[in-house]
T-cell receptor
């Protein structure tokens, strides 16, 4: 079965640079969630989108923005990167009719040097 | 406020032994509860979930969990652990707005 696809899987950036992470949800899933998992930490909810509209917002820094496109894929844009942004970024998707059936992608590991 | 507590940061068990990972939650309404497993460098895989009904839920890989409302607990169990079960285990509660709140995780080591 198709799963959530995230790209790239690994990304290395320098401080103050920008990064864009992409997420392709499971076909027919209309909701996308972004999570950040720092080293040794539990995943923290950042933001979610349903039908291209932001549906909920968590602990997402103002330097980050995200959007969902007409094909339901989502991009997380991160600017002015800081060392503390180094983390594993997960995307999850679900069908709005089953919001708690979230399926997680493999994650993008971002390293800021 | 919603929160999830996993009291055990790290657990070591022998292969073939039974396993119980503890999870306590704090949530005002009826919770949606989940257990995920994460292997090193990998994503989160759903083991099982509880929405309503039978308080003993069966999951994949031989895992089960029991919801106890009186104790605000959702402990994960497995009768006989395999070496491949070594991983990080996260308990999570689904809250309003479809957010997930995760516990800090329990790292499981399996010794031969």
């Amino acid at each position: 079965a198709a799963g959530v696809i995230q790209s790239p899987r690994h990304l290395i950036k320098e401080k103050r640079e920008t990064a864009t992470l992409k997420c392709y949800p499971i076909p027919r899933h209309d909701t996308v969630y972004w999570y950040q998992q720092g080293p040794g930490q539990d995943p923290q909810f950042l933001i979610s989108f349903y039908e291209k509209m932001q549906s909920d917002k968590g602990s997402i820094p103002d330097r980050f923005s995200a959007q969902q496109f007409s094909d339901y894929h989502s991009e997380l844009n991160m600017s002015s990167l800081e060392l503390g942004d180094s983390a594993l970024y997960f995307c999850a998707s679900s069908f709005q009719g089953a919001p708690y059936e979230q399926y997680f992608g493999p994650g993008t590991r971002l390293t800021v040097t | 406020a919603q929160s999830v507590t996993q009291p055990d940061i790290h657990i070591t068990v022998s292969e073939g032994a039974s396993l119980e990972l503890r999870c306590n939650y704090s949530y005002g309404a009826t919770p949606y509860l989940f257990w995920y497993v994460q292997s090193p460098g990998q994503g989160l895989q759903l083991l099982l979930k509880y929405f309503s009904g039978d308080t003993l839920v069966q999951g994949i890989k031989g895992f089960e969990a029991e919801f106890k409302r009186s104790q605000s607990s959702f402990n994960l169990r497995k009768p006989s652990v395999h070496w491949s079960d070594a991983a990080e285990y996260f308990c999570a509660v689904g809250a309003a707005g479809n957010q997930f709140y995760f516990g800090t995780g329990t790292s499981l080591t399996v010794i031969p």
